[in-house]
């Protein structure tokens, strides 16, 4: 009996027995859609989270303060320190002493209430330099972005994000407009091209100013050189670790740092911070999944018991069969098959409800969920595979049940 | 006792040669000899009927000569092979090219019509599906039920019923067609009709041994042999009466 025949026999038995293979199909099916849901949901929160990151910028390095040590031994937490200084940011821009870097922007930053008016609204106050928006790939849809002359004049101007110029202005023209910021009249110069929000920060959601009048007139005091992130932007993806290795060690040189432990700051790559990021969402998956998968072997030891119960049941049939010529690997392939055949179609249904679940689950909660065609066929696959193993036991006992003792059942 | 229809060694083939075959049950301690020391040999062409009481050893016989069980001790050859001899899979094809069952419930397989009950030993023999269909029709026409192909077991009366398993028996053209308490499901017509058309079946050269407890459908074989205690207990061919 070759395999095309064994397949239509596995299929007729299943047919014609519709309830109660549905039934068992229906432990497959819900574990491939959870699966199938599970997997989809950790992809789309990968992807979302790759977009955010990536949109920060483009060979992106941030160097941040390390953390203090207190005199009784207590290291505070990284970013504690206000140790990175403009000399820091300024040293890293020569091309002899980085020459792979090709942009810096150091910023300071600090949340202060903005007026315009009468509308008062809070936002994110960023001190930096004209390079800002080439690391940080911000484009400006009005006005203009700061100036290297803004930066050398100290000039008291301001270049809003989208939605803190139409909180403050409305709808209305922002570019030209005078706005408070922490009591200082600056003049607003332009107003940046939106970059979508991410979960932490709303990056439309802020107002740049020229380092130089962010320190004088913001942040004032003995705190007014110290810089609390630089962005170094590597000239390439490929110099992207070349550039690291001019930074740190630059910086390790200017601190007269001896031992690299104590470094007072810190090099993040986009990179490293993308690898974070998929850590955590394929952590979640892998537990969303493999709960889900849980549900999966539930089902496939449904199959197993549904083919038990069949073997017991059609002993008669098995005996007629090995009487009529049956090899025990025809009846084994036969009851394989069998199983096989429960788990494709409890399979294909499953990842047709899984695929559709998606869908309507990802507009409900806007999460994408992304259903993948390599994640799908998986699945269906995955299904067959339970079929089999968990049919590997029933169909090895109908295969050595001895004819006689089959045919003589009653 | 006639001995018309005996098999004097060397006039035909043998077909199934048993020489002390004896057959022993273990259940739990207790050891059951179901068969002791047969001999028996049936001619290619005859026409047997084994009779015996419950409990004689007449199933266990059946059993052995179909290759549905291995003898304990002794030699069977069947058309001159030692199933003694043979695997599990062996023995399945010997099932499936030597030998033709009708079982006494029909044995047939509700879920399918019943030309498809008859192809059944022709997909296990590896027989494209198209002469498949084309040999179980026939013999489907052969034992009169041309017009039943298509019917479910369920639809048709007993005796169709067993027309059906005899055309299924038929159908690989075996050397022996084995019956076990063919009509012991049956009324009394259609217990003719299926007496009738194994008698003709022998008639057209078949070997055919029939399995039974009842008198009047022993003597439509031409042959009675009697099992008693596992023994054979009188045999008309050989003209043997222990």
Redesign the interface.
Known sequence: ??WR?TIRTGW??VR?HRLRSGLTMLGILIGIAAVMLTVGLGQGAQRTVTSQINALGSNLLVVTPGSTTGANGVRGGAGSASTLTLADATALASHDVAPDVAAVAPTVQRSEALTAGTANWTTTVVGTTPEYAGVRARTVAEGRFLTTDDVTAHSPVVVLGSVTASELFGGGQAVGRTVNVAGVPMTVVGVLASAGSSAATNQDDQAILPFTTAADRIIGGSARTAVQAIYLQAASNEVLPGAYQEADAELTALHRITDPADADFTITSQQSILDTANAITGALTAVLGGIAAISLLVGGIGVMNIMLVSVTERI??I????????????IRRQFLVEAGVLGLAGGVAGAILGGLAAFLLSHAIGQPIVVSVPVTIGAIVVAIAIGLVFGVYPASRAARL???DA?RSE | MTTAAGSPPGRAEALIELVGVGKTYRSGPLEVDALRGVDLRIDEGEYVAIMGPSGSGKSTLM?VL?C??VASTGSYRLAGADVGQMD??EL??V???RIG?V?Q?F?L?S??PAWRNVE??L????VA?AERRDRALAALARVGLAARAEHRPGELSGGQQQRVAIA?ALV?EPALLLADEPTGNLDSAATTDVLALLAELNALGRTVVLITHEEDVAAAASRVVRILDGEIHSDTGAGVAA
């Open positions: 009996m070759n025949e007729d038995a014609s008669r049939e005996g007629l069969r090995k009487a009529l010529g049956a090899t025990p690997s025809v001895a004819p006689i045919l | 059993h179909g549905l069980d599990e899979e399945a094809a099932r499936n090219r069952f079982f419930q044995n397989l879920s399918m059944l030993p997909s296990y023999a590896g599906r299924r690989t």
